[in-house]
């Protein structure tokens, strides 16, 4: 079956499109920049790239007509600019208009569970885009999900971030509200289970768990499983815009889904009844076996999508590719080179670097510059990076966005998505003499921009000739 897979990069789409090649069905891969996409690390020729951004319905024309199905995986609840209601119908609609035109059979559409009169802003628009996606010229099938665990999901790591840090908690009243979480795996068994059967057509199905639990109950189990003693107090004084502020400093989230976030969990996510796990012969996981699962995909270094790694900044509304060059005229540069003894060692260095590993030197002055930019709004250090071995283009790295990582050409080029005066990079590089080259650049952006950048140096001689020595040892 050829089928037409959306929002590629993002969390889901990334645990699906494995699952889907396997099973031996053609993948068109629909991006909006193809430079973010890395389709190399697919060893198979059932895989293609398209690109395509819904919200420009004349580039919906690279679709091709012969596909036989579509996921409807696209969403913007973290966009920190418009209104993502607004851009969520633009999308369905334009996707709508398009997929009417192919051969498409069924459309498999992952939204969330809506069960009350009063809906957040985020189930409401959920609710718009599934009746915009109905269509007499294609059936829709609709998986309604609640909170959804697995390793790197934000759901998951917002707990983890809250019951990891914060051994005592003063929490809004939202705490006690009540839902039904879903293993990732039973996510990804419910949309490959319903391609092409004709008794899901036309019809939408809530998805959960066998566990309802308070967010509160949540937070105690994860700890509990962790080894860890919490105390949780809820005060129902805690406004939406503190509770927003408190999830945006103590966790990675941003802080417009945070906000998002915050006005979704005052509203119950249960399950209405259905068969659909019986007809399809789902075994749905508990809970807590959600979590231990999680984290033996983190302990084994196996975790295979972030919902962090699909958080786009606005820096790259323009596409990715503009920044991969990176610039040399009427740009700052730091330059360091050492000749190394073992280049391999240094190469895995610089796989590793951020992270739990951090950066090698001076890392708590890059924690501090992190923390000043989480003040300012923006993303910090909070983000860390999905692996600690491992690093794909368009990956997070702390406050760095990863633009090419080629271990055969020993490069590894990160941007920074920091609020600056400026644009940033910073580029490791191994030459054929095995000397390492690092390079920090900064494009400044008027005045401000070349205070920045002579404020910053003296930090910027004692940091980056001390990463770069540390990356040339051969021991720790």
């Known amino acids: 079956m050829k089928i037409l897979l959306t929002g590629v990069t993002g969390y889901i789409a990334q645990r699906l499109l494995p699952v889907l090649l396997e099973n031996g069905h053609e993948v068109v891969c629909c ?68 997929i009417k035109e192919t051969n498409a059979k069924q459309v498999i559409y992952l939204s969330g569970i809506i069960n009350a009169e009063e809906l957040s802003k985020h189930l ?7 009746t915009i996606l109905s269509s007499k010229k294609y ?42 979480p879903i293993a990732i795996r039973n996510v990804i068994e419910f949309l490959v289970g319903v391609i092409g059967k004709t008794e899901t057509y036309h019809k939408g199905y809530d998805i959960g768990g066998p566990d309802i639990l308070t967010y509160k109950e949540m937070l105690l189990r994860f700890a509990k499983i962790r080894g860890l003693k919490r105390k949780i107090v809820i ?23 945070a906000k998002n976030l915050v006005n979704s969990m005052k509203v119950e996510v249960i399950c209405k009844p259905n068969n659909l796990a019986a ?31 699909a958080q786009t900044s606005e820096i790259f509304k323009e596409g990715f590719s503009k920044f991969i060059e990176v610039p040399s005229n009427g740009c700052f540069k730091d330059i360091r080179s050492l000749k190394l003894e073992d280049s391999s060692i240094s190469l895995e260095k610089i796989w590793q670097i951020g992270g739990k590993a951090g950066w090698y030197y001076g890392t708590f002055l890059w924690e501090l510059r992190g923390f000043i930019d989480q003040i300012f709004g923006g993303v910090g250090m909070r983000r860390g990076r999905k692996s600690d071995t491992e690093l794909n283009k368009g990956d997070t790295l702390d406050f760095w966005r990863v633009m090419i990582a080629n271990k055969e050409e020993k490069r590894l080029l990160l941007y920074a998505e920091m609020k600056l005066p400026g644009e940033a990079w910073l580029e490791f590089k191994i030459d054929k003499d095995d000397t390492i080259i690092q390079t920090a650049t900064f494009r400044t952006i008027g005045l401000l921009g070349r205070l920045y950048w002579y404020s910053v140096l003296p930090f910027h001689g004692l940091i980056f000739k001390g990463m770069i020595k540390k990356i040339a040892a051969t021991k720790a």
């Open 139 to 180: 059936a829709l099938t609709t998986l309604k999900a609640g909170i959804i665990v697995g390793s790197g999901s934000a759901s998951f790591e917002i707990i983890r971030d809250l019951v990891e840090k914060l051994p005592f908690m003063i929490t809004p009243s939202w705490l006690k509200t009540k839902c039904q």
């Open 124 to 130: 409401s628009s959920r609710k718009k885009v599934e």
């Open 279 to 309: 007809a399809l012969g789902i075994k749905l996981i508990d809970y807590n076996t959600s979590i231990h699962l999680a984290f033996d995909k983190i302990e084994q270094n196996q975790v295979l999508s972030s919902w962090k790694d």
């Open 31 to 98: 991006v909006r920049d193809s430079s973010r996409f890395n389709i190399d690390k697919y060893d198979t020729q059932n895989i293609s790239v398209i690109e395509a951004d819904f919200l420009n319905k004349e580039s919906l024309q690279n679709i091709p007509n012969d596909i036989d199905l579509a996921y409807y995986l696209i969403h913007s609840m973290s966009t920190q600019k418009g209104n993502f209601g607004e851009m969520e119908e633009v999308c369905a609609t334009n996707f709508n208009n398009r």
């Open 235 to 257: 005060v129902p004084v805690m406004t939406p815009r503190i509770s927003s502020y408190w999830l945006y400093f103590v966790t990675s989230t941003s802080y417009s889904l």
